[in-house]
């Protein structure tokens, strides 16, 4: 009973217990109802690395909707600021109008979104004159590949013959490019240029369990199963004896299960509530704030919610 | 301990490793490749047609004499041609690029030039270099000014290095001439019809004339039929006529076995019964079952010489009869009853028409040649027609040929054929249509696709499988999984990697050869020795040489001399026991391959030469002049052991395969893993890797085609196949690498329909640029009066340029980089309204005529973008504007995808990523494929794909999947395990809707996708109201006139059977052509507005609607004197 409200099981061929079943009622025996005592007794965030990128870190003691639901946040309704309108003036490059467009889209910006205003649909006009300082940032980028004149006589290398040549996109000299861009403040659910992060995603935690000791040329081959750091090898006894030291490590590749041996003695099976969460940033917030920032959208749309149901009661 | 165990086991399997493996002779291949080319087949065959069959073609008819002079002669000396050009007028030509031509609409051509010595008068003249006409060049040919340059002198051109030409440009449309399948000419049939009859048939081919002729059995006799002849004559009859008057030199001649004697005597007797005894009486005989036909001038020849003449000439036309020598021809046709004798009683097996070896392929030059002879002997016969009509004319000048040389006809003659691809030539009284056809640039893939394309000249409505079937000869030569499906599946086939097709070259030294081995010649022998059991006949390209005692020691000499390289390595010979002959060929459009030579059990290409392959001190001709490799053709691989692998070497095996994937041709050759996939399944997708967008070529953003679709950011495929690196896919290729999960989803993933993710999309995936061209041209009339462009017109008000005028820059055409939505102008074109010169001339000189608007406007539902406007001029007009149109296209729903695998699907729905599953390490697929697609399939190589792709991506490398190769699944499952993922590639996923885990694990990596040039943007079609066709007053039909759509018949009886009639009535009348008509009770026919014009009355015309197709039909019928009349009742009556 503990293992199904508790453990998602990984068999060789199927996973059970998927879905949490610990709603009120479910169990006899169980109280689940929810109290904010028990929750916060049990919840913990436990932050195991973060830098200017990226962050993991562990959500203990919560349901699997709501940490997707933080995912999905991140994913799709933080705001960031990306390119979104391309003004060409010249544009002789190899590259057509639509793809520089969209390859500039999709150019992470370095700007703090929470200090721009959304643009409104009135200032929207698609037309120079809608940029305003409060929603829009303008950038302009005029380069013109010219040749070089200090380049010597008997020179074939593109980079030596001409200044501001970029094999990509100038395939001679002459070649021009002339834009004014403005990048604004969207989700990611409109365009994933504006998703802030490259990815978030969870993981549960896996757990391993041996139900026999597994001991000598059994335990080796126990070990090479999993990701090195996984299973240790203790001396007890003059034998060698297998030890789960650090199941955070398993990818959960199933190797094991190949070896009908070992298949009989181990169980392998994941966390429900322990999330091992993943944040990496495009680089316009650090992941820390961002997830700060899925926090607060998450709280304004159960405002919302709840307004929307006290003004129908 | 342990690692000593192991050493023993590795050492077990290097033993039982076969010794001294030649390692890596697939390099032998891309040698192959270096030095001949994708295509080089085509480019072969026309070089051989420029550089000698032409100049034998002018000697055949290098002479011009004319009646009216017998003085007077015209000779060819020598014929040339040159290198492309073109003239700039004035005689001033400079040269020309191919891609100048693709994009000005003119000809890659050059002239043809000839020398030649004439009389003019009593003078005899030697002119050089007089142009008779201009040949299209094939590109990378040796008269193209492509062939030998460097990667970066064909940038200059515009050329694209991976092109492997092959092809014409004619006004300045690519055109490819499709390799022809035919039987093989001057070669004996013997085939057995539905009662059972044996019958032996040869069609006869030289340069003058084609024939076919046959030795035939009706009731237990032997006849000779021809079309020349009113009836069937009696093989003994001919045999007389062309000399053999005894009975028993012919049986002789036909064999002296019992079982020939007796199938003879009926023959003989019925001769007998006619009373021919003598030739002459013989070719009486003959001459009277002559067909007549319409005789044009010449001396009245008797029965007797025009039976003579076409006994020489037409019957079995390409065996030689040197003054009126009949020996050979005898022996032949003696030949030809043996085997039908012997066929009819069941001791020869009739002969297979579909074996490979009875085929013979035509290419670009030998039809280039049939053609050209044919409009060659047009000219001489036009200027000899001009010389016999001008000579007797008193004039002033002398009579000068060369003034009447015209260029044109026979430059336009080419031109023509190529262009239309009507092939027709008189003295063969061919007519072929369909022989070019417009290279298919939709992606690279589809262009090469189409330069190793083979057509049959097989009817495709008979109901016989046999041409159809694949051949077992056919293995090696012609892929078996490139042919079209539907109606011409079989009779459509492509060469595989590494066929050649041959030429023709002499046989002159080849007889000599053979003669020198010991071949007796069969002028020397009587026919009891020609038919005795102890030797073998020995042919050269189906004409009799000969006969030999010891066939082996002939073949195998030939053989070594061939190796030696004292023959061509093309000359094929090859024993025929059943037949008991040795055939020699030479002849062109055999199909080979080359093989390494194996003897005495040892392959004699061993590692050092691949090394030395790889250090490049070592050409692939090398290893045929060094005899290690030769080329076999299909006749001769019948005469050898070929192994497979070098592990299948047995003391007789002759010959060693160079690389097994090579059977397949190049679109099979993109296919990862083929030999793991239902053979449809590949056959499929090589119908659609040629729908595949991408990139077409290096000079893809210089050509203005119709119509071109690239892929915005197109990928090399992660598994990849020792073809795609030979021909260059990897370099320009078409598709990209999506992540996909095997499973199921919401319920839109139906019937193959695939889930796309839209991040994905956000990013890229699958994003098109779809081009397309608007050519318009500026005229210059009789009158002198031309189309002329106009400035936008300036709104009063606003001083812009009005809506429909906004693309247009200051010049009146649109600039590039402005967007045209539908209906705006591309070029504001005006036309002058008169455009024929007036009778009386009016004193306003040009630029006074009156101009009417012809504006050149946008049509499409979706806006286009200018990519480059070109203003320039060809022959015909004088100003040529081509505009280059661009969309830019990202997938949406219903655009169709596929896998390299034949597994093609549409976008059933577009999710957003937060929806989608995602794995441990938060991989998100790009693509959901429902698994359904896998079990009835049976695409294996599309999972063995998924896990090469993957263990690829984790390794960061590409891995192989080559046909009968590649990496091992085994070993792709170690690399997944090794990076910490599952053995069968399957992952833990968790739904990104729940947020919880998913209850199977899922299959899931990248495979290569391919975007197929159907989408939806160019099919979604609806109409509310719109035009009507004139004549009917009913909708117009299809969409790109905006057509209706119709209620058929079935859908009808579907409303009839459910008894809707008022619907009926509203969707077949109402709202398609109703009409009001008034019509006279009186004489039931119709009136107008309420009169009758018959009854000169107006009491009983009432008022009724009827379709306006039925009043049509009324009229129509009155208009051929039947009276329609109506009579009206009322309702309740």
């Known amino acids: ?134 929603d829009t940032l303008v950038f302009e980028l005029k380069v013109r590949c010219r040749k070089n004149p200090q380049a010597s006589r008997d020179a074939t290398d593109p980079s030596d013959l001409y200044i501001d040549h970029n094999r990509l996109i100038f395939q001679d000299f002459e ?88 298949k009989d003695l181990i169980k392998l099976s994941r966390i429900r509530d322990h999330f091992i969460f993943s944040v990496e940033s495009t680089g316009s917030l650090p992941p820390d704030t961002l997830f700060m920032e899925a926090i607060k959208v998450l709280m304004s749309k159960c405002r919302g919610l709840i307004q929307e149901l006290e003004r129908d009661i | 301990m342990d690692s000593f165990e192991t050493m023993l086991q590795m050492d077990k399997t290097k033993l039982a490793q076969p010794v001294n493996t030649v390692e890596e002779k697939w390099k032998l291949l891309p040698a192959f490749l270096k030095v001949k080319g994708l295509v080089r087949q085509h480019i072969d065959s026309f070089n051989y047609f420029i550089n000698s069959e032409i100049r034998s073609i002018m000697k055949a008819n290098d002479k011009i004499t004319s009646d009216a002079d017998p003085n007077f002669y015209m000779k060819y000396l020598n014929i040339y041609v040159g290198m492309p050009d073109v003239e700039e007028g004035f005689n001033i030509t400079k040269p020309i690029s191919p891609h100048e031509c693709r994009l000005r609409d003119m000809t890659y051509s050059a002239p043809i030039t000839v ?26 040919s040796s008269n193209c000014v492509l062939t030998g340059k460097t990667p970066a002198e064909l940038a200059k051109l515009n050329e694209c290095p991976i092109d492997p030409g092959g092809y014409f440009i004619v006004k300045g449309t690519e055109k490819a001439i499709l390799i022809q399948e035919q039987l093989s000419k001057n070669r004996m049939i013997v085939e057995a019809d539905k009662k059972g009859n044996a019958s032996c048939s040869v069609t006869s081919s030289t340069h003058e004339r084609k024939s076919k002729t046959y030795v035939i059995m009706k009731n237990g006799r032997y006849y000779l039929k021809h079309n020349t002849f009113t009836e069937d004559i009696p093989i003994v009859i001919v045999l007389k006529a062309m000399g053999v008057e005894c009975d028993q030199e012919i049986v002789q001649l036909v064999g002296s076995e019992e079982k020939v004697l007796a199938a003879m005597a009926p023959s003989l007797e019925e001769c007998y019964k006619a009373q021919v005894f003598t030739q002459v009486q013989a070719l009486k005989y003959m001459g009277n079952k002559v067909r007549q036909r319409r005789m044009w001038g010449g001396p009245k020849k008797t029965k007797v010489e025009e039976a003579r003449e076409l006994l020489q000439g037409t019957i079995l036309a390409h065996v030689p009869v040197v003054n009126w020598n009949f020996k050979v021809k005898v022996v032949y046709l003696a030949l030809m009853l043996r085997r039908t004798i012997l066929a009819q009683g069941a001791t020869l097996k009739v002969d297979d028409r579909d074996y490979y070896g009875n085929k013979r392929l035509e290419l670009a030059g030998q039809l280039l040649s049939l053609l050209f002879e044919d409009l060659f002997k047009k000219f001489n016969s036009e ?144 026919g009891e020795e020609i038919t005795s059991p102890q030797v073998y006949l020995v042919f050269i390209n189906g004409n009799i040489l000969g006969v030999t005692r010891d066939y082996k020691r002939l073949v195998r000499t030939f053989r070594k001399m061939r190796r030696a390289g004292y023959l061509n390595e093309f000359v094929s010979i090859s024993p025929h026991h059943s037949y008991r002959a040795v055939h020699i060929a030479s002849d062109g459009g055999r199909v080979c391959r080359p093989y390494i030579i194996v003897e005495k059990g040892v392959p004699k290409v061993k590692t050092r030469h691949i090394k030395e392959l790889t250090q490049g001190v070592r050409s692939f001709d090398d290893f045929l002049r060094e005899g ?68 077409i070529g290096y000079n893809q953003r210089n050509r203005i085609d119709t119509l071109m679709y690239l892929l915005c950011y197109p990928q090399a495929p992660l598994v990849k196949t020792k073809t795609i690196e030979l021909i260059g ?50 005229k210059r009339y009789a009158n002198q009066a031309f189309d002329k462009v106009m400035g936008p017109l300036i709104d009063a008000q606003t001083r812009k340029p009005i809506w429909r005028h906004e693309a247009l820059d200051q010049d009146g055409i649109c600039a590039p980089g402005e967007r045209v939505m539908n209906k705006q102008l591309l070029v504001n074109k005006y036309m002058p309204t008169v455009t024929v010169p007036s009778l009386q001339a ?77 794995s441990d390490l938060g991989i998100c697929p790009d693509i959901i494929m429902n698994p359904h697609g896998y079990p ?94 004139v004549l009917t007053r009913q909708p117009t039909e299809g969409r790109s006139k905006d057509g209706g759509l119709r209620l058929g018949e079935m859908e009808r009886d579907c409303l009839i059977g459910y008894g809707a009639s008022m619907l009926l009535l509203e969707r077949l009348m109402i709202s398609s052509d109703a009409f009001e008509v008034e019509v006279c009770n009186k004489c039931g026919l119709l009136g107008y507005s309420g009169w009758c014009q018959y009854c000169k009355s107006s009491t009983q015309v009432a008022s009724l609607k009827i379709p306006y197709a039925c009043k049509l039909l009324f009229q129509e019928l009155q208009s051929m004197n039947i009276v329609p009349r109506l009579s009206l009742k009322k309702y309740n009556e």
């Open chain 1, 1 to 134: 009973m503990e293992e199904i409200r508790t453990r998602v099981v990984l068999n060789e061929h199927e996973i059970i217990n998927v879905n949490s079943t610990d709603f009120p009622g479910n169990y006899p025996g169980y109280d689940d109802s929810w109290n904010l005592k028990k929750f916060s007794k049990n919840f913990r965030v436990d932050i195991v690395n973060v830098n200017e990128r990226d962050m993991e870190f562990d959500l203990v003691g919560i349901d699997a909707s709501v940490a997707n639901a933080f995912r999905r946040i991140l994913l799709s309704e933080v705001p960031t600021m990306a390119i979104d309108k391309v003004f060409i003036y010249n544009n002789t490059s190899i590259i057509q109008d639509e793809v520089l467009a969209h390859r500039l889209g999709l150019i992470p910006i370095k700007a703090d979104p929470r200090l721009f205003e959304y643009q409104t649909a009135d200032n929207n006009q698609g037309s120079e004159t809608d940029a305003t300082p409060e």
């Open chain 1, 175 to 262: 070649k021009e490019i002339d834009i004014k861009v403005h990048a604004v403040k969207g989700i990611g659910k409109d365009h994933a240029k504006f998703s802030p992060v490259a990815t978030a995603s969870y993981r549960l935690l896996p757990e391993i369990t041996l139900t026999e000791t597994i001991e000598g040329a059994l335990a080796e081959r126990l070990k090479d199963c999993f990701a090195p750091g996984v299973i240790e090898l203790d001396e007890v006894n003059d034998t060698i004896r297998a030890r789960v030291a650090n199941p955070r490590m398993d990818t959960c590749s199933r190797e094991v299960l190949r070896h009908s041996e070992l």
């Open chain 2, 115 to 140: 020398d030649i010595e004439y009389t003019r008068g009593q003078q005899r003249i030697i002119r050089n270099n007089l142009p008779i006409g201009r040949m299209p060049i094939m590109l990378r």
């Open chain 2, 383 to 526: 200027l000899k027609k001009i010389a016999d009509s001008t000579i007797p004319k008193p004039r002033a000048a002398q009579f000068d040929i060369v003034k009447h040389m015209r260029q044109d006809q026979i430059t336009n003659g080419l031109i023509h054929a190529i262009s239309s691809g009507n092939w027709s030539i008189k003295r063969f009284k061919m007519e072929r249509a369909g022989v070019t056809q417009v290279l298919s640039r939709l992606s690279f893939i589809s262009a090469l696709g189409h330069m190793t394309r083979i057509t049959s000249q097989f009817e495709k409505t008979r109901k016989v499988s046999g041409p159809r079937s694949l051949q077992p000869s056919q293995w090696g030569m012609l892929c078996p999984s490139d042919t079209p499906e539907g109606e011409a599946c079989g009779l459509v086939k492509n060469l595989a990697l590494m066929t050649h097709v041959t030429t023709d070259m002499p046989e002159e030294p080849i007889i000599r050869l053979a003669l020198n081995l010991g071949v007796e010649d069969v002028h020397l022998l009587s």
């Open chain 2, 628 to 695: 290690l490799l030769e080329y076999l053709d299909v006749n001769e691989e019948n005469d050898c052991q070929i192994a497979l692998y070098e592990s299948d070497i047995t003391r007789k095996t002759t010959h060693l395969e160079i690389e097994p994937f090579t059977i397949l041709g190049v679109c099979a050759g993109l296919i990862p893993y083929p030999h793991h996939n239902q053979s449809p399944r590949n056959t499929y997708q090589c119908a659609m890797g040629k729908q595949a967008m991408g990139t």
């Open chain 2, 729 to 778: 896919f990897e370099k320009i290729p078409a598709g990209q690498n999506a992540t996909v999960a095997v499973m199921s989803y919401s319920g839109y993933d139906i019937e193959d329909a695939l889930i796309l993710n839209e991040a994905s999309l956000d990013r890229g995936f699958g994003r098109c640029l779809v081009y397309r061209n608007q050519k318009v041209y500026l």
């Open chain 2, 842 to 918: 009016t004193g306003s000189g040009p630029g006074q005529h009156e101009y009417r608007e012809v504006p050149i406007s946008y049509k499409g539902i979706e806006p286009s973008y200018i990519e480059k406007v070109m203003i320039s001029s060809n022959e015909e007009e004088s100003f040529l504007i081509k505009i280059l149109l661009r969309q830019t296209r990202r997938p949406e729903i219903g655009d169709k995808f596929s896998s390299r695998h034949g597994q093609k699907g549409v976008c059933g729905l577009i999710v957003p990523q937060i929806d989608m599953p995602f």
């Open chain 2, 936 to 1029: 009835s399939r049976m695409t294996v190589g599309k999972l063995i794909e998924l896990m090469g792709s993957k263990a690829g991506v984790l390794d960061g490398k590409f891995h192989y999947g080559t046909a009968f190769g590649g990496d091992k699944v085994g070993d792709l499952s170690e690399i997944l395990v090794r990076h910490g993922f599952n053995y069968l590639g399957k992952d833990f996923l968790t739904s990104g809707i729940t947020g919880e885990p998913l209850q199977a694990y899922v299959f899931m990596g990248p495979i290569y996708y391919q975007k197929l040039k159907h989408m939806v943007l160019d099919k979604v079609h609806a109409r509310a109201k719109g035009p009507r066709a």
